[in-house]
């Protein structure tokens, strides 16, 4: 099994940036695609971005403004959230899926895809 832990959520003006992180832990990091989700209230949770091998993948809301990227060595995967508007307020989610199992062949962009995740980081953009 794979334990995600996210950090680095909180509160910040429109505008504003945060980088995310979500620390992996129990098998090999690099074994596993990664992504990220959230969930906004009252919403379902919608795919954000995702980083297989070294393709990268976002969603149209926030192409341009978020990077998502991984360190191996430190089995941490990130999202650089940049200009951040109020309708990025929502708890985000870090998925993991191993490379070649079943699941890894489906889109990645649906949450279904991902295995293991994390317990969620808040993400609260004011203006």
């Known amino acids: 099994q794979v334990q995600l832990v996210e950090s680095g959520g909180g509160l910040v003006q429109t505008g504003g940036s945060l980088r995310l992180s979500c620390a992996a832990s129990?098998?090999?990091?690099?074994?596993?695609?990664m992504g990220w989700f959230r969930q906004a209230p009252g919403k379902e949770r919608e795919f954000v971005a995702a980083?297989?091998?070294?393709?990268?993948h976002y969603a149209d809301s926030v192409k341009g403004r978020f990077t998502i990227s991984r360190d191996n060595a430190k089995n941490t995967e990130y999202l650089q959230m940049n200009s951040l508007k109020l309708e990025d307020t929502a708890v985000y989610y870090c998925?993991?899926?191993?490379?070649?199992?079943?699941?890894?062949?489906?889109?990645?962009?649906?949450?279904?895809?991902?295995?293991?995740w994390g317990q969620g980081t808040q993400v609260t953009v004011s203006s």
């Open positions: 129990g098998r090999t990091f690099s074994n596993y695609g």
């Open positions: 998925g993991a899926v191993l490379y070649g199992s079943p699941r890894y062949y489906n889109d990645y962009t649906r949450e279904l895809t991902y295995e293991y």
């Open positions: 980083i297989r091998w070294s393709n990268v």
